[in-house]
């Protein structure tokens, strides 16, 4: 089996978080081109510029809205979304109709590797029947599958795509072995192979999972601790002390992973007849941690005699976490619409997130402009700017600093 560089013609379908990275890297070790059905996204991209900051783009890079660019291409690379629905059950349209659309033009001898967080088996029983049904092809005779779970973090510039080791997994050794050969070129800290696709699927699902029922535990700390006017923080700083002690703070759990992904799992075990107990007890806490945030604010104004009925409230941050422009599943806003229950007055201001965006999708219009005179301020996603000398003369002159 030869395995060079110049036999391999690669597309990443989806340019999002995930999926622009892995194009910029790739395309400086092979022959790549970039898909993604947002005409907007493409022609920005075009022009080398990157709406999300997550990517500097200093070469020209290879990028199409038609599918029909793809025909010479035998390795293709899924990166796009897999969110949940209003009912908290996976989304797979998006990953479906990449699916329908790499079968169009898939040739014999292709290889399709998934990178899209999904529950284990749905490769293999979700995307292997489509192709097969659309092309009548046949896996390991005609074309290939892998898998390997996207490990990215937006608005992190250490843990990059090429520091975080890559778990490679395919349908055969023929496929894992040209699978890895392409992700060892551009990964520095190296591959984690596995010949099964289930167990790299199950992998990446229970990263998430595990993070969001540790941080389900402190949250629901946080709640115990306020009733006992215990200070969670100094409890958590004298605990971490120990070396054994798993450092986790308390805060909203949202974005694209760690507030989705134990849903995948969940609807997975459904399916199969198992009632998972730990699993949805930390979601459960976590999907309503902004109501005890919103009393525990409250608390606050009553103890420093603010009184609710005349406020004005600035809240920080829109993103679902510090230093990204990624808003994502972003429990901000939860927490934002409990509040205007019994608060009228509150204003949102991010000047990392799209504008645009959080009007289309969260119905709320951040303010440029808050030299107004606030009461009390709320810092919601903790960006590096807040700490500049505008925003410290914010916080000097509010009655209240409320960090979540």
Partial sequence: MSLKISNFKIAVIGLGYV???????LSKKFDCIGYDINKTRIQNLKKKK????EIKITDKLNVTNRIKDLASVNFFI??????????????????????LSISKILKPGSIIVYESTVYPGFTEDICKKIIERETQFKINKDYYLGYS????????????LENIVKIVSASNNTALKKINFVYKKVIKAGTFQLKSIKEAEASKVIENTQRDINIGFINELYFIFSKMNIDINNVLAAAKTKWNFLDFKPGLVGGHC??????YLYYKCKKIGINPKILMSGRRTNDNFHKVLVKEFKKKLSKSKIRLKSLNVLILGATFKPNTRDIRNSRIFNFYNELKRDIKK????????????VIKYYNVKLEK??????DACIVASNHNIFKSMKYEKIFSKVKLVFKI
Avoid at 50 to 53: I, S
Avoid at 258 to 263: A, L, M, N, Q
Avoid at 346 to 357: C, F, Q, S
Avoid at 369 to 374: C, L, Q, S, T, V
């Fill in 369 to 374: 402009n808050i030299n107004k005179k606030y």
């Fill in 19 to 25: 999926g622009l990275p892995l194009l910029v890297s």
């Fill in 50 to 53: 990157d709406e999300t900051e």
């Fill in 258 to 263: 760690v507030g989705v992904d134990p849903y």
């Fill in 78 to 99: 899924v990166s796009v979304p897999t969110p949940i629905n209003s009912k908290n059950d996976p989304d797979i349209l998006p990953i479906k109709k990449a699916t």
């Fill in 346 to 357: 509150i204003d949102m201001h991010d000047p990392l997130a799209n504008h645009n965006e």
């Fill in 149 to 160: 779970p996207e490990r990215i973090n937006p608005g992190d510039k250490i843990n990059t």
